[in-house]
C-alpha cells in the first residue's frame, strides 16, 4: 500500500467555520492531489502540486486554497465552510514515471459542514 | 475536454455469475492513461489496474480481466465468477499523460455500484 495518511479523517464543523485537511506521504512523490466525492458526481479534481510550492486549481476549487511547504504534506483549507462542502475528501499521489505513473488514493476525510 | 462514461448506474448479480462493467471515454490527447478503481463500503479507493493508450493487449488478473479497445474508445472490466467480496463501486478514470504541471489529473466516471448476491 502506498503510504498515504489523511487527517482528520472525519470532521464536523459549523458553517464559517475555518477547516483544514492534510494529507501525509511518505513515497517522496512529486505530484500530490486533492479530489471531492459526492453522490452523482463520481469524483472531481479540487486543488493539486507538482512540486513543493508550486500547486494549480483543478475542476472545483473555488472556496478551496492549498498549500505545499514539503514534500510530503499538502494542505487543503476551507476558508469559511458551507454546507456545500460536505463531501468526502480523497488526497492522491503519484511519482509519475517514477512510479510507474500509477496513481494512488488516501482513505478518505469524511466532512459535514452544518 | 476529457470524458468518461460508466453508463452502468448500478448492477445486480448471483455469485458466480460473470460480470462486466463497461467504461467509454473521450479524449483529443493521443497518449493518456486509463485506470480502475474499487471503492468497497468501506470507502477507500483501491487502486486495481493501469493501462497505457499505447497497450492495447487485454490483462488478466485472478477472476479480473480488462479489455482495451480503442477504435471503439472503451476500457472494460469483467470479474469472472463473482463474489459476495466484490460488491463495491468500481470507477474507471482516464488521465492525460503530457508534460509539466497538469500531469497525472484524473477525470472519473461516475462509478458502478456492483451488487454480488450470496
Known amino acids: 500500500d502506498a503510504g498515504i495518511t489523511q487527517s482528520p479523517r472525519h470532521k464536523v464543523t459549523e458553517t464559517g467555520t475555518p477547516v483544514t485537511l492534510r494529507c501525509h506521504q511518505t513515497?517522496?512523490?512529486?505530484?500530490m492531489y486533492w479530489y471531492r466525492q459526492d453522490p452523482g458526481h463520481g469524483l472531481r479534481l479540487i486543488h493539486y502540486?507538482?512540486?513543493?510550492?508550486?500547486?494549480d486549481k483543478g475542476e472545483v476549487s473555488d472556496g478551496y486554497s492549498v498549500s505545499r511547504s514539503k514534500t510530503e504534506d499538502f494542505l487543503l483549507t476551507l476558508e469559511s465552510a458551507t454546507s456545500s462542502q460536505t463531501s468526502v475528501y480523497f488526497c492522491?499521489?503519484?511519482?509519475?514515471?517514477?512510479?510507474?505513473?500509477?496513481?494512488?488514493f488516501g482513505e478518505g476525510s469524511w466532512l459535514t459542514v452544518v | 475536454a476529457q470524458k468518461v462514461t460508466q453508463a452502468q448506474t448500478e448492477i445486480s448479480v448471483v455469485e458466480k455469475e460473470d460480470v462486466t462493467l463497461d467504461c467509454v471515454y473521450e479524449?483529443?490527447?493521443?497518449?493518456?492513461?486509463l485506470f480502475w478503481y474499487k471503492q468497497p463500503p468501506s470507502g477507500e479507493l483501491v487502486f486495481l489496474i493501469r493501462?497505457?493508450?499505447?497497450?492495447?493487449q487485454n490483462e488478466i488478473s485472478g477472476r479480473y480481466s480488462w479489455n482495451f479497445q480503442k477504435s471503439t474508445s472503451s476500457f472494460n472490466f469483467t470479474i469472472t465468477a463473482s463474489q459476495v467480496v466484490d460488491s463495491a463501486v468500481y470507477f474507471c478514470?482516464?488521465?492525460?499523460?503530457?508534460?509539466?504541471?497538469?500531469?497525472?489529473?484524473?477525470?472519473f466516471g461516475k462509478g458502478t455500484l456492483l451488487t454480488v448476491n450470496p
Open positions: 493501462r497505457n493508450s499505447f497497450d492495447e
Open positions: 502540486s507538482y512540486g513543493v510550492k508550486d500547486t
Open positions: 492522491a499521489i503519484t511519482g509519475g514515471i517514477a512510479s510507474g505513473n500509477t496513481i494512488y
Open positions: 478514470a482516464l488521465s492525460e499523460a503530457g508534460s509539466g504541471g497538469s500531469n497525472y489529473k484524473l477525470t
Open positions: 479524449t483529443r490527447d493521443t497518449t493518456y492513461y
Open positions: 513515497e517522496n512523490h512529486r505530484y
